[in-house]
């Protein structure tokens, strides 16, 4: 997990509420995603980002949207918390687009209430 | 939707045996890629083949590929108490990028002492 730090590590919400999940590399790397873990779904990819400022949906996007100002942050927001999206939040980055394996954070563990 | 699947599910081995997971997909692929996640940890990626590769090496692990068959499997030699954890394939799609990295629901391997 070295080179890419998540946070907040645990978060308890309340439904409705907006959630904003940090994701910060000291890798370089230029593309970066965000998954959530869930029981019998495995991992799905909710956004992506190619790039600064570049960015699109995943396979789970709704209730989701994400912003890259930065190579090193990639941020995930909630717009309004929903008991659906209790789950855990991995952000991974790659050197490149189909040829690298994934460098993964440590996750962060939501739940909504 | 999962591309991989891994099996089985779940393996239980006593330490230095060897281990032998499995991953079938659906459709061709430009590479597999085997992860290994810890408890409460982030993915860890293992080793990376492409679709010209038949077997790979990398320490105590080697991966084999067959895409006549669309499947991969991961051998895991002399186990250690701390191989213990849960291993996932993945595919990246022949014409697609790494955005469409395709996560199975993995197999849980526990190596007793």
């Known amino acids: 997990d070295a080179g890419i730090t998540q946070s907040p590590r645990h978060k308890v919400t309340e439904t409705g509420t907006p959630v904003t999940l940090r994701c910060h590399q000291t890798e370089n790397h230029r593309y970066m995603y965000w998954y959530r873990q869930d029981p019998g779904h495995g991992l799905r990819l909710i956004h992506y980002?190619?790039?600064?400022?570049?960015?699109d949906k995943g396979e789970v996007s709704d209730g989701y949207s994400v912003s890259r100002s930065k190579t090193e942050d990639f941020l995930l927001t909630l717009e309004s918390a929903t008991s659906s999206q209790t789950s855990v939040y991995f952000c991974?980055?790659?050197?490149?687009?189909?040829?690298?394996?994934?460098?993964f954070g440590s996750g962060t563990r939501l739940t909504v209430v | 939707s999962q591309q991989g699947e891994e099996d089985p599910q779940a393996l239980s081995i006593q330490e230095g045996e060897n281990a032998t997971m499995n991953c079938s997909y659906k459709t061709s692929i430009n590479n597999l890629q085997w992860y290994r996640q810890n408890s409460g940890r982030g993915l860890v990626h293992l080793i990376l083949?492409?679709?010209?590769?038949r077997e790979k090496h990398s320490g105590r692990l080697r991966v084999t590929l067959d895409t006549s068959k669309k499947s991969s499997s991961l051998l895991i030699t002399a186990s250690r108490a701390a191989d213990t954890a849960s291993y996932f394939c993945?595919?990246?799609?022949?014409?697609?990028?790494?955005?469409?990295?395709?996560f199975g629901s993995g197999t849980q391997l526990t190596v007793l002492p």
């Open positions: 083949i492409r679709s010209n590769e």
């Open positions: 991974a980055t790659s050197t490149s687009d189909r040829e690298d394996g994934y460098t």
């Open positions: 993945a595919t990246v799609p022949l014409w697609g990028s790494a955005r469409q990295l395709t």
């Open positions: 980002s190619y790039g600064v400022k570049d960015t």
